[in-house]
């Protein structure tokens, strides 16, 4: 599938860089950054950072339930290679539409399956060679699920790419919205009964 630019977003690059230039300074740059020099390093793909909550997910809800919690863009170590070095999430103001500061920089073995998920996107068929889509990553609050999402540009359901999470009933590589979200729902169900189970004990329940 072609991904494009979401253009809804405001730019944050600049605050990136910024960071990866104070980190490798201070040598606490994540290492599979350190052996670049910053002017090697590009902060590419940003796309929207969402989350939905457990008691969405066990009530069935979808996307639409999800909230644009913030952005995140792949840095990568050289024009040329095409492998993820390190991510940065980056945060927004109230009103959503600037950057507010940018909240992590990480790198780690998690790259490898973001890599992977990553892959199968920019693999997987499209509909016809006119859809393009946007890539967000979407995280599943209580159930401990990531996953891409590709949106057609067009409107239409969406195409999930599950790369974080441990969820017996989700086996496959990619899904459709509806199938993802089925999926999802009797662990998100069963995560839910948990909690307010312990709750009843006076246990503190989870946010979100």
């Known amino acids: 599938m072609k991904i494009i630019p979401n253009d809804g977003l405001p730019s ?12 490798l300074a201070q040598t606490i740059a994540p290492p599979s ?18 989350e939905i909550s457990l008691q969405d997910l066990a009530d069935g809800q979808g996307l639409a339930k999800a909230t644009r919690t ?19 999430d980056v945060g927004f103001n109230k009103a959503g539409n600037a950057v507010n500061r940018v909240k992590s920089l990480t790198g780690g073995e998690g790259l490898n399956r973001l890599g992977e998920a990553l892959a199968r996107a920019a693999a997987y068929p499209s509909p016809d060679t006119a859809t393009t889509v946007e890539l967000s990553l979407l995280r599943c609050r209580g159930v401990n699920v990531e996953a891409l999402v590709l949106a057609p540009e067009s409107g239409g359901e969406a195409t ?13 590589s990619a899904y459709t919205e ?24 006076g246990s503190e329940p989870p946010v979100g």
């Open 12 to 23: 944050g690059q600049t605050q990136v860089m910024a960071l990866v230039a104070e980190a």
């Open 33 to 50: 950054l350190q052996r670049f020099a910053v002017s090697a390093i590009s902060a590419d793909t940003p796309h929207a950072i969402l």
């Open 70 to 88: 913030g952005m995140r863009y792949l840095l990568r170590g050289a024009k040329a290679q095409v492998a993820v070095a390190a991510v940065a």
């Open 160 to 172: 999930l790419f599950p790369f974080i999470g441990n969820v017996g009933s989700l086996k496959g």
């Open 178 to 201: 509806t199938a993802f979200f089925d999926a999802l729902r009797p662990e998100a169900r069963r995560v839910r009964n948990a909690f307010e189970q312990a709750g009843s004990r």
